[in-house]
């Protein structure tokens, strides 16, 4: 195990609304409460996640042929698993959600390809625009973090006009994370089929099924390529709004209280634990095999590290959030504990920087030294 460094140069810190003046002294550290201020990050407190750390997961075989035409016949398709149904996005907390959706996934070296149905008694969609922000409407979303550091992944929008909306982002928004919206996936191919209509209050429908093919050349950007066994994180959403209709068309309902539309539903296949799908430490885990679909069954890989991770993604929650309040991190960790540290089997060591700080720990299983720091990128001394 790795002890806690107990010196570090007194840090006097000054701070105003907008600017954090740091200013150091060569005299040697007091006590183990010496801390430091952060940089660039909102002084605001985060939410935390409300259920349990149990991501699900889900074992991607190899496809034959795939045709991307919205209809699910081709004959990999038909031998791959589906998902679970979806869940709220805040797990068990909420009611179930009211309309099902499952997924389905498969690759090859070219492509991750993904299956999607949704459930709907009334189909509608507006936006036709491509990169507008879909979500207006009800939509599909996906969320790829290749090498699951939770920075550099990418979020993927889609309504039942097959219009799209696909941005990277470098890091989550509650870690100033910049958007690069007019980022577009290259060669990506999508379809959307309609089981009943759209936009005909009329009827009633009965599900719409999209079909993507992500290329791997852009994934791979981000994070290895797949190997048998290795291991990517991955998300799914389903944005749905309450809709009435109102001179034969549908219309988002109002709460009568505010006169605007109500919150629209969330439900994902990896409950998040909050309302928020920018935590990728709680997406699943989408798990390569090279064993062609419907020809074998691989077993889920159990990474004896993903604990330690989660260990170290709860010290950054509480050194968030004991900065917010503090204005400053600190290396104590009995002060960590109190703001919902959750790591009692581990013995991180803090360094504290001038703008930030970086935690460690050394695994036990596989002698790998995992770090976050105070913009929660995770990762070891093998993938930094």
Known sequence: MINKSKKTGTLNIIITTSIIVV????????????CISYYEISQEKIKLPATEFNPEYYICYRADKIIIDGVLDDLSWRSAEWTKDFVDIEGELKTPP???????????????YIAAELTEPHIWARLRQRDTVIFYDNDFEVFIDPDGDTHEYLEFEMNAFNTLWDLLLTKPYRDNGRVADAWDISGIQTAVSIHGTINDPSDIDDKWVLELAFPMT???????????GSQWRINFSRVNWRTVIEEGSYEKARDPETGRSYPEYNWVWSQQGLINMHYPERWGYLQFSEIKAGEGIAEFIVNPDEDLKWSLRTLYYAQRNYAAEKGFYTQNIDELREYGYEGDEYEPCILLKPFGYEAYVLSENSQLLWTIDNYGKVCSNKTR
């Open 98 to 112: 009211l309309h099902r959706t499952r997924v389905k996934m498969l690759w090859d070296d070219n492509f991750l």
């Open 23 to 34: 200013l150091f002294t060569l005299a040697g550290c007091r006590n183990e409460k010496t």
């Open 218 to 228: 852009v994934l791979t950007e981000f994070g290895p390529g797949p190997l048998d």
